[in-house]
């Protein structure tokens, strides 16, 4: 037979129960702590963009063509079948813009006397190993179409490069839908871009140029343009253009 506890007696059992909550209680409290997220204090108010000078009128910008900017095809080459621009010689395909237009030193056709020459003797017999200024081509779906498009280098003198790129249309005929010439650090393709970097013109920065296909416009435009600070030091901070000596 049992004998019932004192008062005494279940007081101090009573107490050490309420020190041992008192002991888990912390400990079930960092459980459900763990892995929780922790503030990081107030947030900062955020500022708008405050418009200046709201009462001047602003420039105009001209409304895109709706028609696209016309097809830059390339006269004097066999159609492309199956607008497969592997098929195409990158050295026949410059030699078929340099007779279209000769003699042209500015602009997107424009080319050194120089370079031109080279051009016309690559393949010839007697010119020098790597003499050609058509550098190997790279190819890429650059418009969506689920098609590749060649982009071709020239290099010109003074570490300048002529970037060029066709498309094949549904007729096999090629279209040049993007034409620049720069004095380029480096180029990139980069998903559907053609990434130019060159030098920014202020020391220890350099412009990096993306261009993309624009449907509407049905050629490749500088879509978007960063002026970004060189590491000291940096790999290609100072690189020559691809193939120049």
């Not at 993007?178 to 412009?207: C, F, H, K, W």
Request: charged share 20%; net charge negative; hydrophobic share 40%.
């Amino acid at each position: 037979m049992r004998t019932p506890s004192s008062p005494a007696h279940a007081g101090s059992r009573a107490g050490v129960g309420l020190l041992v909550l008192a002991a888990v209680l912390p400990l079930a409290a960092g459980c459900g702590n763990t892995g929780g997220l922790a503030s990081a204090g107030p947030t900062p108010t955020a500022i708008g963009p405050v418009h200046l000078w709201p009462e001047r009128k602003g420039a105009d910008v001209p409304p895109a063509d709706p028609g696209g900017a016309p097809p830059e095809y390339v006269p004097g080459l066999p159609p492309v079948a199956g607008q497969d621009v592997h098929s195409v010689d990158p050295v026949a395909l410059v030699q078929a813009e340099l007779r279209a237009h000769p003699d042209i030193t500015v602009g997107p056709d424009g080319m050194p006397a120089e370079t031109a020459a080279a051009i016309r003797a690559c393949g010839r017999e007697g010119q020098a190993p790597g003499a050609c200024p058509v550098r190997a081509p790279y190819y890429r779906d650059l418009t969506g179409n689920g098609k590749d498009e060649v982009v071709v280098g020239i290099e010109f003198p003074d570490r300048m490069m002529s970037v060029r790129v066709y498309t094949a249309d549904a007729d096999g005929r090629l279209n040049r839908i993007m034409a620049t010439t720069q004095t380029v650090i480096g180029v990139e393709l980069a998903g559907r871009d053609v990434i130019l970097r060159v030098p920014s013109g202020n020391p220890g920065y350099e412009l990096i140029t993306a261009w993309s296909w624009d449907a509407g416009q049905r050629t490749m435009l500088p879509a978007r343009e960063e002026i970004v600070r060189v590491p000291a030091g940096a790999a290609g901070a100072a690189a020559p253009a691809p193939g120049a000596p």
